[in-house]
């Protein structure tokens, strides 16, 4: 009996002491960027092509990418403990390359004939519209500058997707008809970080990213990547209704 008392009062110790403080609210505004892996992944519809000496030149996929800019209102609960939600805008982008001056790409057969396009190389853009959920804690309260550590989730929705084609003799051919996947409709990707936070009224943060894992969806459209990566993150605190302590 006596220890769950005790367990009791340090359980609520420690709330207190969590939930103590002056609760406030904050602004940010983020710029980010993320690099995925890739693997190897064939496509239908496209073959290397087979030098005259029999050499097989095939394609690459290229590292994708995204970048990412939003808005963020942040509820303080104290000075270490920190929600976060807003709005963010992402973009990806990533690219199948051949490895010599061009890949096969078939368009049709009829018969026993079978019709290709000499392609350099094939790259697309996914836009999304997210909405973040993060949690942050500061390692130090309010000191200055301040480690912290965050991780969160971001509900991606995509709105547009844009496709490029590279071919071997002429760029962006009208009536060329490249069918490749688009990026999901729905991605979340989830993520931890460590960063410094530099100022208090009005704060400037630096961040590595690491891991990003889109959980749920894939952000690229050609489906090579391994949806594991990381980045870096600078956000910048302009607004906060809390005076300087």
């Not at 710029?31 to 892996?37: L, R, S, T």
Request: net charge positive.
């Amino acid at each position: 009996m006596k220890k769950c008392i005790y367990l009791t009062a340090m359980l609520l110790s420690i709330a207190s002491s969590c939930f103590a403080g002056n609760p406030h609210w904050a602004m940010n505004t983020s710029v980010g960027v993320n690099f995925f892996g890739t693997k190897d992944k064939d496509m239908d519809n496209i073959r290397a092509y087979q030098s005259s000496r029999d050499y097989q030149y095939g394609w690459d996929p290229k590292v994708a990418t995204s970048f990412h800019f939003g808005f963020t209102p942040e509820y303080y609960i104290n000075n270490r403990i920190s929600l976060s939600t807003g709005l963010r805008l992402t973009n990806t982008w990533s690219k199948y390359e051949s490895r010599y001056d061009f890949f096969y790409y078939k368009t049709e057969s009829e018969g026993y004939n079978t019709y290709y396009y000499t392609v350099r190389s094939i790259s697309q853009s996914n836009t999304y519209v997210g909405i973040p959920l993060e949690f942050r804690f500061t390692i130090r309260g309010s000191g200055r500058p301040t480690p912290y550590i965050r991780a969160g989730a971001t509900f991606n929705f995509r709105c547009t997707t844009s496709t490029t084609t590279r071919m071997y003799h002429y760029n962006n051919e009208p009536g060329v008809d490249i069918k490749i996947p688009d990026g999901d409709n729905f991605t979340m990707p989830v993520y931890a970080a460590a960063g410094i936070q530099i100022g208090r009224k009005k704060s400037f943060c630096a961040e590595f990213v690491f891991p990003y894992v889109v959980a749920v969806g894939t952000m690229t459209g050609f489906g090579f990547s391994d949806n594991l990566g990381g980045g870096f993150q600078i956000s910048y605190q302009f607004a906060k209704n809390k005076s300087e302590e």
